[in-house]
């Protein structure tokens, strides 16, 4: 039977999920022996990764991506992490925030799949259409 990265992450996660530190280490350690006598070592990036999504989906830990114009100073970063928590339902954002001036102004959040695109860049290319 062939197991998907997202089986053993979620068997990873019930596993550790009401543990102390010193049970986690060692489970995690028996746990990457098994892979690797299994010959699955080789899924461990796509596991970690699997692992990351359950982790923030059991707890209500929402990732995203913040894209400005300019850099935010950090009451602006504590706004948008506060906003996307309140969007989302979500107990805490993790947020990482970039710049990428081709924006113009504004702002870009990408969570998963979803993109809000309030830039200055996306306004001016709707305009621009609208006048064509």
Known sequence: ???????????????????????????????????????????????????????????????????????????QRESVAEKIVEMYGAKKAEVTYSENKKIKGGIIIRVGDEVIDASVQKRLRSLAQQLT
Request: glycine share 2%; hydrophobic share 40%; proline share 1%.
């Open 1 to 75: 039977m062939k197991i998907s990265p997202k089986q053993y992450a979620r068997t990873l996660f019930e596993i550790t999920k009401d543990q102390d530190q010193k049970q986690i280490t060692m489970i995690i350690e028996k746990f990457v022996n098994e892979l690797r006598k299994n010959g699955h070592i080789k899924l461990g990036a796509q596991i970690i990764r699997a692992f990351e999504k359950v982790y923030n989906e059991k707890n209500d830990i929402v990732q995203a991506r913040v894209i400005t114009a300019s850099k935010l100073v950090e009451s």
